[in-house]
């Protein structure tokens, strides 16, 4: 079992619809990370969170430390949104773990 | 101000070939970290420098696998006698903070990543 589970592993939606990723996780740790990671390899930092909530435009990241578990939402999704969301935590020793990822494709 | 490039972005080595890869991070950053991305999975650790001293390098796969950071900025990470099972987007990232002693608030800023494709 990995030590970062990511659910959906690929989701389409239509443009305006409401986006839900779901992260789990096994290990302690001390934050966790959201990732964007567009085709071509490059990845862009959304969120860092150690508890509570954070928001960023249209981008919502929650985090239950109690229940090892963290929400990415996203509200009126756009084409351009499409990417591979990715959550990873940081370890108490320090090292980030990823998850796969989760294939989001907004369609027009 | 400029990111943390790579290069080569793409690489195509036969097998049994070494291969060099270039990571140039954001100046001044101290923390300097390789990952190794299979298809259709998350990245995963391989190495990590504090300045030049490599601090960690549980992650590397094999001894074919080599990273250095001789003056503190630029790493190379070579693999020798290349596989097919290397074949992966090899991403490096910065951070402007040590990892550990309780910093637990340090972004870190990842490149566009080197694709490898061993045939």
């Known amino acids: 079992k990995n030590e970062v589970e990511q659910s959906p592993q690929n989701l389409t939606a239509q443009e305006g619809e409401f986006i839900t990723i779901n992260c789990s996780y096994s290990?302690?740790?001390?934050?966790l990370h959201w990732l964007q990671q567009h085709p071509g390899g490059g990845i862009v930092s959304l969120f860092m969170l150690s508890s509570g909530k954070k928001k960023h435009g249209r981008l919502i990241a929650t985090i239950n430390i109690q229940e090892k578990h963290s929400s990415l939402h996203l509200t009126a999704s756009h084409p351009r949104d499409s990417a591979v969301y990715i959550c990873a935590v940081r370890s108490k020793t320090d090292k980030l773990i990823f998850g796969t990822g989760t294939r989001l494709q907004v369609f027009p | 101000g400029a990111g943390v490039s790579q290069s080569p972005r793409y690489k195509v080595a036969k097998r049994g070939q070494d291969v060099a890869l270039r990571c140039d991070p954001i100046?001044?950053?101290?923390?300097l970290f390789w990952y190794q991305q299979a298809l259709g999975q998350g990245p995963e650790f391989l190495t990590y420098f504090q300045n030049e001293a490599q601090l960690d390098k549980s992650g590397l796969p094999s001894d074919r696998f080599f990273a250095e950071r001789p003056e503190g900025s630029v790493s190379t990470l070579k693999i020798q006698r290349t596989q097919q099972e290397d074949s992966a987007v090899y991403l490096c990232a910065s951070s402007s903070k040590p990892r550990g002693r309780g910093n637990t608030d340090y972004e870190q800023y990842f490149g566009p990543g080197t694709r490898l494709t061993v045939t």
């Open positions: 290990v302690g740790i001390s934050a």
């Open positions: 100046s001044g950053h101290v923390s």
